[in-house]
């Protein structure tokens, strides 16, 4: 047990490592190899009782209370299943983005939609494109499927290389995912960008445009998939309650995309993954009301954000610009080193070595210490910082 254990911290999400499990013991169950090796999703670890947890990309406002009472509601009928299909929250959706509710499917959250896709179009043999460093469940949800993952490097200034990816298909590949803006570098991918990539890929391929960190985009050149329903017929968007909107805890995403793959992917669910409570509190947060408190605490973090990246700028860092709630800090060398100390200031953050730390856009006074402690640190490691 040991011993597999060593081999799923082996495998390294960029590059798909092959690691051979060991052979069975005890009972002798038998195991996928590439599972058993596999190391599970690594959740932000809890911040201390006086600390703040940057780790997971959560929204730092408490739910609204009509949120919660829409919750609260629903929990008067836990003990009947609920609307598998989610039918009164596709058709808000789809009242909202001029689509049929057949045209939406909503999940537990936009991670499992990708799961979904990707198992409807991928299979053993076949092959899944995607930028790295990317979203780190990609590589595992490929794993699952059977499929392999082909990662492409982002560019030096962590955003997408859409050319090199359209290169890298082949005649193997079943599904390309796009991710704008990107987790965990918050890089976008741009409108014209995003049109020559679908007119460089075969008209048969799925491409997934996820689309977790939408609402907190500025940039008018950004993609938005919005625009892009129905232009292509192999396209699906996927957005999320649990950023933005504040629903992390329970887990509510979306894709919008043409009735055929959806149906494809609704096969591949686990039946009921989108509880009532789910449902309820993602209906209360598009009330128009709600909604539009939701997004003053958008604005209010987009604006937290502007303010950390202009400070992390003068501070010395080479911070790209980022569009998400979050901000990407290339730390190469150093990251286990400044991920320690920001630790032990009381500030749980997300980090990738060897090449950086990603950090949420917490509370207000989360980035004074950020600032604080990163502004001690910037002089003694320059010489490790990436150019």
Known sequence: MAQLWQN??????????????PEPTGAGVRLRPEIAALPPYRQGRP????????????????????????????????????????????????????????????????VSLLAQFIV???APGDEVVYSWRSFE?????????????VTVPNQPDHRHDLEAMAAAI?????????????????????????????????????????EAYIEFVRDEASVDGRSLIGRYPNLVVLRTFSKAYGLAGLRVGYAIGPVGILDAARSTAIPLGVTAASTAGALASLEP????????????????????YEALLAQGWPVPEPHGNFVWLPTGAATAEVADRLF????????????GI???????ESGDILLRILGELVPALQEQLPS
């Open 8 to 21: 799923a911290a082996a495998v390294r999400r960029g590059t798909v490592e092959s690691v051979t499990a």
């Open 47 to 110: 911040a201390p009782a006086d600390g703040f947890k940057l780790s997971s990309n959560e929204n730092p406002f408490d739910p609204l209370p009509s949120v919660v009472e829409a919750i609260s509601t629903s929990a008067k009928q836990v003990n009947r299943y609920p609307d598998a299909s989610a039918l009164p929250l596709r058709e808000a959706l789809a009242a909202r983005f001029g689509v049929s509710a057949d045209e939406v499917l909503v999940g537990a959250g936009s």
């Open 120 to 122: 409807a179009a991928a």
């Open 137 to 149: 469940a990609y590589p595992g949800l490929v794993a699952v499927a059977g499929a392999t993952s």
């Open 170 to 210: 082949t005649d193997r590949t079943r599904v390309a995912i796009v991710c704008s803006p990107n987790n965990p570098t918050g890089t976008i991918v741009t409108a014209a960008e995003f049109d020559a990539f679908m007119a460089a890929v075969p008209a048969d391929l799925l491409v997934l445009l996820d």
């Open 289 to 308: 009301a709600a909604e539009a408190e939701l997004l003053e605490r958008v604005e209010a973090i987009t604006v937290r954000r502007g303010r950390l």
């Open 344 to 355: 032990e200031a009381g500030l749980v953050t997300r980090a990738f070595p060897p090449e």
């Open 358 to 364: 990603r950090i949420s856009i917490g509370e207000e």
